[in-house]
């Protein structure tokens, strides 16, 4: 009984690591997307040729071909990767990031707006 439960398990835990890999791989590919459709009607079609491609394999029940498809996919999505992908200004590696440090230590910033002390 208890080999069974193991055997159980074990299947389990590995659908769920493969069910992960699947959606990290979509949300990547999806993201990527972006990257290469320079207008939102030419990334709307792109996206739905990818969800078509994910949907294919719906229905495979075989963790080794489900295994080797993610495997297939992970190396078609690195292999296509944008070169040049964009990146919001403001976020890290963005035109704008750090544009504007804080000032360092020492140095003071009055906010008074040429107003004068009344002492």
Do not use: C
Request: net charge positive; aromatic share 12%; proline share 6%.
């Amino acid at each position: 009984m208890s080999a069974a439960v193991a055997s159980t398990a074990a299947y389990l835990a590995r659908r769920a690591a493969q069910k992960q890999r699947v959606r990290i791989l979509y949300r990547r590919a999806l993201k990527d997307t972006l990257n290469w459709a320079v207008h939102r009607h030419l990334f709307y079609r792109d996206a739905s040729d990818l969800r078509e491609r994910f949907d294919a394999n719906k229905n495979v029940e075989d963790l080794d071909t489900i295994d080797k498809i993610i495997y297939e996919g992970e190396a078609s999505y690195n292999k296509w990767r944008h070169p040049d992908p964009y990146i919001v200004p403001w976020a890290p590696g963005g035109s704008k990031f750090t544009r504007n440090p804080t000032p360092p230590e020492g140095i003071e910033i009055i906010y008074d707006y040429g107003r004068e002390d009344n002492a």
